[in-house]
């Protein structure tokens, strides 16, 4: 059954900046239907069910549950059927699912799954759906990347906490991820789909664990709801100026070198 609202589904939306933006936008207006795009179902439920316990009454839009393992394409595949059947459309893509691999293990094992998750999903998740993108009036298709991809401040100096931190293979993916949003953003623009590449900054997020978690806010990281406010503004169209613009857009205005 086709939705008069938009549609968007966020991937590993169960926590950090994934779960902060479907509350955000939930709570900005009733003309979302938002999809809680999380890998485990039962962790999705539980995620939906603090949702609404916890922000009943700010709640305007409506958030469900859609099950979607981005390194499965089985689960891709049926996530995409189930939109369809259930909209007909989706005009709002967040590629958000992300991770960072901090347990011991060869580098070979590490760059594979850093890239099974943070590029190879995206692409994949990104094809999948690209023909509901298609049917929408106004698509829209946002990759959560990081300025750690962006070759410019990694040779940069001056970016001195920043230009220390190793975290190569992470690094490596987000630019990665960065050129399938360049690509994405001339290869879809034919059919009116505004492609952008987000960076939502040093947030505080589960991304490294619950040790990482602890390291961040003791370095001074912001809330996630700051970037998922951000993201509100770049679905809502308010970014759209900087999304015409050649680089990754920035959570605090403007947009970064690739």
Known sequence: MASDKTVVLITGASSGIGLESVIALAQKSPDFDILLGSRSVEKGKKTLDDIRSSHASSLKGSISLLSIDVTDQKSIVAAKEEVETKFGRLDVLINNA??????????????????????????????????????????????????????????????????????????MSKSALNMLAACHKVDFAEWGCKVCAFNPGFCVTNLTGEAGRAMRIQNGARDARDAADALVEVVTGQRDADIEKSGIVDLDGGVLPW
């Open 98 to 171: 992300g991770i960072i691999v901090t347990r011991q293990t060869d580098t070979l094992t590490k760059l594979r799954e850093t890239f099974e998750t943070n590029v190879f999903g995206p692409a994949i998740v990104t094809e999948t759906f690209e023909p509901l993108l298609k049917k929408s009036s106004n698509p829209r298709l946002i990759y959560t990347s990081s300025d750690q991809g962006s070759i410019a401040h990694r040779l940069d100096p001056r970016y001195k906490t920043k230009y220390k931190i190793r975290g190569d293979y992470y690094r």
